[in-house]
């Protein structure tokens, strides 16, 4: 009888393939088996005239930096974050970085209207939407504006609005702040910023998040 392991069907099917259970981790992985292979590519019409490329390990430091980002912010784990933008090339790596820091993405729809805005953060249990000014043709900061200025109970679990620029040029708007009130909204820059600085005074904070995600957790709805 053989004395040697037998090779796993998966190892046969594809040598290549990845260890890895979770998203962070095969992120993470594919960064240190191949840093310099081009990971993501953002077209001149996503980034406003701007083409944009990531390697694999410009993507894992990027999606660090957003993960501390939402530290920054104060998502917990298990949270639902939802993400209402178009094609803005923050939004893969958001997609990691939620995963990163155990939260969990809710994907809206770009062309959503108030009230079905209004029902999909009450069934998904949203604390926070990161949003553009617009989702295409959809004016998407008037439209949550309305819901917000209304004081509409789907919208009573928001805590959290902030901005992601649709283009490097965009402007940021002025809205409805959850809780009541209207000024600038909250720039997602500003959380990268105070994100460094919570890296610097706890440094082990994203590891320690990081390694608490589990592979049956969820990660998108």
């Given at each position: 009888m053989p004395t040697h392991a037998a090779e796993s069907p998966l190892a046969a099917a594809a040598p290549n393939a990845v260890a890895a259970d979770t998203l962070p981790a095969l992120l993470r992985e594919l960064g240190r088996r191949q840093p310099e292979r081009e990971a993501l590519v953002y077209t001149a019409f996503t980034r406003g005239g701007t083409p944009l490329r990531l390697t694999f390990a410009q993507l894992d430091a990027h999606v660090d930096a957003l993960a501390w980002g939402l530290l920054a912010l104060g998502i917990?784990?298990?949270?639902?974050?939802?993400?209402?933008?178009?094609?803005?090339?923050?939004?893969?790596?958001?997609?990691?970085?939620?995963?990163?820091?155990?939260?969990?993405?809710?994907?809206?729809?770009?062309?959503?209207?108030?009230?079905?805005?209004?029902?999909?953060?009450?069934?998904?249990?949203?604390?926070?939407?990161?949003?553009t000014s617009r989702t295409g043709g959809n004016e998407a900061s008037l439209e949550l504006d309305a819901l917000l200025g209304e004081a509409h109970p789907d919208a009573a679990g928001v805590r959290l609005r902030v901005w992601l620029p649709n283009s490097p040029d965009d402007e940021r708007p002025l809205g409805v702040l959850p809780g009541g009130g209207k000024g600038a909204l909250p720039h997602f820059a500003a959380a990268i910023e105070r994100g460094a600085a919570l890296r610097a005074e706890q440094p082990e904070l994203l590891a320690r998040r990081e390694a608490a995600v589990r592979a049956l957790d969820v990660v998108n709805i």
């Open positions: 917990e784990p298990g949270e639902h974050v939802a993400v209402w933008a178009a094609n803005v090339t923050d939004w893969v790596p958001l997609e990691f970085a939620l995963a990163r820091i155990g939260a969990v993405l809710v994907t809206v729809n770009t062309g959503l209207k108030r009230e079905e805005l209004g029902y999909l953060l009450r069934q998904s249990r949203a604390v926070a939407v990161l949003h």
